[in-house]
């Protein structure tokens, strides 16, 4: 089956990489050796030329999945006309005897073990293993490496299979049959580069301890890594469930050898159907630096937004001199291609990879960063690492003199849109916002050493005429709300972003009338579009998730607590049955849409489940766990 709903996809990783596999056990996403590596198994986009590693189960009739409680372990479980197996999915992360200051908190394998085994009855089928290397853009050529075991090359790239039954070539692929009685197992690892090992150079399967007790040992392992992980985190609430695994899926899309964190797992997933919108997420955004840190600070995971600060300083030599959009995990984001050879989800193209966004000017990333900063800073109680402290007095004047010098200047604004610049409002108010934590900051430092108190003056009152001038001139009194921009009649979701940042105060009438206004026009029940504009694209696009949080967020700060929890959860349920959201959801059929999962709206799960809780405004206390009894589906 190809084209299956977005929301059938399940989310396994190990930091470096992830992959995306369906409710029928269909693996038909995986980039390696990262995040945004060209891809090798890619049925997603394309389920004719684009590669997978599929489980056939003869007379399937039911299926049922969760993640191990506390881990992103995958497990699925299949009833049969004749029994019934379990499958396990995960990517082996082993934890560090001693965690290093900076740099990966776990092992990486580079590998994904699928683990299946018969549970009562007798079960049969076979796997079918089909790698398209560089994006099916190269010839696949495989080869016996004896044994169960065999290699794929492609396009410079390679994998290794092993398999606890044989497996046969089969023209670009392999293919292997298994009859399995009750505690049968027919294990199959999967390797990206020489051969199948511990990571440790270890290679068992070579030395025969077997491929059962290979994969045992490596599962015990990365269970304990992501148990250990999950119980630092210090949320309590009533959605600790919903917010551990929102946390979960942010720490997948870490990359643990740089810091960084990309915006999603995925590329060219679309955005409207029909339409032209599909984009290559697998970058990280400077937009987003602001909610991952606050996302992890706030549920005690200071190391990580530590590790985050780490790529930006490592990425951006010039300690916020020459701060961009966008950064590739290393090096710079590729130009942005299209894929013409791959028919794209449903068929709906182009598929492009790199991602021309880049090069626009949206300099709201001035406020994004010193947000990320004045959160981490005030998380370790302003007692920074070394490499931190020691630069701290240049990134604040570089950054606060980017916004002093673009404070008058027309840019692209928050969504990207590829039309003219203009003066945007979210941008003005991030970039009273960047000055507010620059002065909070400097302010920490009694001694002077960040900036001395002339300089934190001229940040306040240039703080003061931004703010001043962003409130009048973006204030449309026609429309009666606050508008995209200066002078428009457009409405724009992302005035509800700069509430959450107080750059408005959440108890102004002119902000209750925006908010209200919002909802009616851009409003689609209890989600929302980013606006109702002509951008320049193609389709109509779907309803933005993260922008309905947003408004769980403004109505929470201005006291409505009740409607916010309501609206909180009622939103959760629009996750899929694992609790993973895509970018977007469309109004109509309530099917996800965009790119998957999207690291944008699992900050905002975390960040208003903590915001409520603040509030006191977390009433539930049986909330559902889609993890212990998950729903069957009927094959």
């Not at 005030?378 to 004047?397: C, F, I, R, S, W």
Request: one cysteine or more.
């Amino acid at each position: 089956m190809t084209d299956r709903p977005i929301a059938d996809y399940a989310v396994i990783g190990d930091t470096c990489t992830t992959a995306l596999i369906a409710r029928d056990g269909s693996l038909d996403w995986l980039c390696w050796p990262r995040h945004d590596g060209p891809a090798v198994f890619l049925a997603l986009l394309d389920g004719e030329r684009g590669g997978a590693c599929r489980l056939v189960l003869d007379g399937l009739t039911e299926t049922t999945r969760r993640y191990l409680p506390g881990t992103n372990i995958l497990e699925t479980t299949f009833v049969t006309a004749t029994g019934r197996a379990v499958l396990t999915d995960f990517m082996p992360l082993h934890r560090h005897e001693s965690v290093p200051e900076e740099g990966p908190d776990g092992r990486a394998q580079a590998q994904v073990i699928r683990r299946l085994a018969c549970l009562s009855g007798h079960v049969s089928g076979h796997w079918r293993l089909r790698p398209s290397f560089d994006y099916a853009r190269a010839p696949t050529e495989v080869v016996a490496e004896g044994g169960a075991g065999l290699r794929f090359r492609g396009g410079g790239d390679s994998l290794c299979a092993l398999c606890a039954v044989a497996l046969a070539p089969r023209d670009d692929g392999a293919e292997g049959a298994f009859a399995l009685a009750a505690g049968g197992r027919a294990d199959l690892v999967i390797a990206h580069g020489d051969g199948v090992g511990d990571g440790d150079g270890d290679d068992r399967a070579a030395a025969g301890a077997g491929v059962p007790d290979m994969v045992d040992a490596s599962l015990a392992a990365t269970r304990d890594y992501w148990e250990e992980w999950s119980g630092r985190c210090t949320y309590e609430g009533p959605y600790r469930e919903t917010v551990l695994r929102s946390a979960l899926t942010l720490k997948l899309l870490t990359h643990g050898p740089s810091g960084g964190i990309v915006a999603a797992a995925t590329a060219g997933l679309p955005e409207a159907v029909p339409g032209n919108r599909n984009y290559d997420y697998r970058y990280v955004w400077m937009r987003d630096a602001s909610f991952t840190v606050t996302a992890f600070v706030n549920l005690g995971y200071d190391r990580e937004a530590a590790e985050f600060l780490r790529f930006l300083r490592e990425a951006d030599a010039s300690r916020g001199r020459n701060l961009h959009l966008m950064y590739a995990l290393d090096g710079a984001v590729p130009p942005e291609v299209t894929l013409d050879h791959l028919r794209g989800w449903r068929g709906i193209g182009p598929v492009r990879i790199g991602n021309a966004a880049a090069d626009q000017d949206q300099y709201d990333i001035y406020g994004e960063f010193l947000v990320a900063l004045h959160g981490y800073l005030e998380a370790v109680e302003y007692d920074p690492p070394v490499k931190v402290n020691d630069h701290l007095p240049e990134a604040l004047g570089h950054l606060t003199g980017h916004i002093l010098r673009a404070r008058h200047a027309p840019d692209h604004g928050l969504w990207e849109m590829r039309t003219r610049k203009r003066q945007s409002l979210h941008t003005k108010a991030m970039l009273w916002v960047g000055l507010d934590r620059a002065v909070q900051i400097a302010r920490s430092d009694p001694k002077h050493r960040l900036a001395d108190p002339a300089t934190i003056e001229r940040w306040e009152a240039a703080a003061a005429e931004i703010r001043a001038e962003y409130h009048a001139r973006g204030w449309n009194p026609t429309r009666g709300a606050y508008t995209m921009a200066y002078g428009a009649d457009d409405l724009d979701a992302a005035v509800l972003r700069a509430v959450l940042f107080n750059a408005f105060d959440p108890h102004d009438p002119r902000v209750a009338k925006t908010l209200e206004r919002i909802s009616e026009e851009l409003g689609a029940g209890d989600l929302l579009y980013r606006y109702r504009i002509d951008d320049g694209l193609e389709g109509d696009e779907a309803t933005f998730t993260a922008c309905a949080f947003w408004r769980v967020g403004c109505l929470t700060l201005a006291g409505r607590t009740d409607e916010a929890t309501a609206l909180f959860e009622r939103l959760l349920t629009r996750g899929n049955d694992l609790g993973l959201f895509a970018e977007e959801i469309d109004a109509e059929s309530g099917e996800q849409r965009g790119n998957v999962p999207q690291g944008f709206t699992h900050m905002a799960v975390i960040n208003h489940a903590v915001r409520l809780a603040a509030a006191g405004g977390e009433t539930r206390t049986d909330e559902p766990d889609c993890q212990a009894e998950p729903e069957a589906v009927t094959a």
